[in-house]
């Protein structure tokens, strides 16, 4: 259908509502026209937003002795910002709201007017370090480098919303003072005089008028030492103690010991390379540590939200999460074995990396007996490994002797990755659940894509229906949300997470201006099209 009329004006065409409903005729309902146009459309919804961010920073640093510092930290960022969504009375979706609400009677239960929906968040971050640093060469081979310290993190995001109806824009006025957002609620699914296949739905609720105050604290101590003998061996040590106000049940899981030890070999140095004139640098290196991860979206308590009962005005309170004082850190084992290298005078430079990552602890879903009153819970119980390998190559091909002349580099990097689920005890209970991306498959990448095999069409009593096969290879034409369908018969299609990625990244120069151009590639995944 076309937007236009032949004489050019906007032709009426029909969205959410019959355009020939006999109530649009009715003068006496007052409802509003149904008909709907795109280029209309553009000039009567509005969303614009802004963002202040101001980051204010103070660092001392004292010397205590040769080789030895001291030194402090603070930062405070104050981020501020504000959305906001105008819908016109003349806009589609207004028209067709206040038309909902619209009793037989005549009645409208919605003032006539825009809506203005506004959300402000202001968040105060704060940020204390203190550190102090060594370092010193002893007997012109043996440098031991070391440092410690404690950081202490506070963040605080309030973030209040509103919306207003009945809105206009050029007078600045609103209806929110005749509007009963109790009995809009209480008339949700009652019949409306738009027609027999209409209800009341879709009004301002009492989740349009929230606030959220979310304060969290971080503490953390760490210490790194290095140990290099005669600029060729070198050893590394490092730990690091995270504390957060997240898992609070049980002390033995609030803080998180994190550590990590390497080795380093700089071939260069070594007598018998001396004749590589051609080598300027050849490091191997390796490296085993922990690391964990903290996910905020969980809790040790029982959590709730509290609202207010839009009908009686009541304060409630609804559970979110059931009490887990079991709930820990993540933690991620890693092994990196890799090489820096430089050659020809510093002409090409690169390095090779192979990692290997065990995940432990991870968050995952696990069934509960739905007579505790839950359904399921998230615990510290997947496990995960991630592998792969790392090339990064940098090549000076013209290097300029002088501003005047042209200069021409590239970098290329190439990556292999390949994760799979180890271990995760909740099984997709339907075949749709199966599909989602989100549900984790033993076996298979975090992030699998699966399918049903399509068995085509097939019309039956003069309804076209789209079929799927199970298992056994039986045709089905059910709906694949239905229990019929199951998890068995649902197939692997491939990683959503490419496996292949790749880059080049050519750059000219030429009198003190630079032109670069980036070349990627990503393969070995799919994607439901």
Known sequence: QSMSLPDG???????????????LKNNSYGLKPEDYNPNDELNRNFQQGRETNIRSFVHAKATLAEGWTVGGMFQYEDIYQKSEAYREADSYDMRHLYNLYTAADGTHYLPDGGELTTRTAEGAYYTFRAQTDYSHLFAGKYLFEALGGFEFRESQLRSPGTLFTGYDETSQTNNMGTTSIGQLKGLEGAASALGSFYTMIGAPTGDNYTTSDVLHRFYSIYFNANYTYDSRYSASVSYRVDKADLFGADPEFRGRPLWSVGLGWNVQNETFMKQATWLDALKLRASYGLTGNIAQDFSSFLTATIGVNEINGIRVATLNTPPNDQLRWEKTASLNIGADFAVMNGRLTGSLDYYHKKGTDLLTTTDLDPTTGWSNQTINNGEMT?????????????????????????????????????????????????????TLHQGYPAHSLFSYRFAGMKELRGIQYFGWYDAAGNPHYTDINTEEFTPQDVVYSGSLDPKLSASLTPQLSWQGFTVSAMLAYYGGHVMRA
């Open 9 to 23: 004006s906007l032709a009426p065409m029909e969205a959410a509502a019959y355009l020939d409903e006999p109530s």
């Open 386 to 438: 991630n592998r792969g390998v790392e090339l990064q190559l940098n090549g000076e091909i013209l290097r300029p002797r002088s501003r005047q002349q042209v200069g021409f580099s590239a970098d290329l990097s190439l990556a292999y990755n390949q994760n799979e689920v180890t271990s995760v005890n909740h099984a997709a209970a339907t075949g749709a659940e199966a599909l989602e991306s989100w």
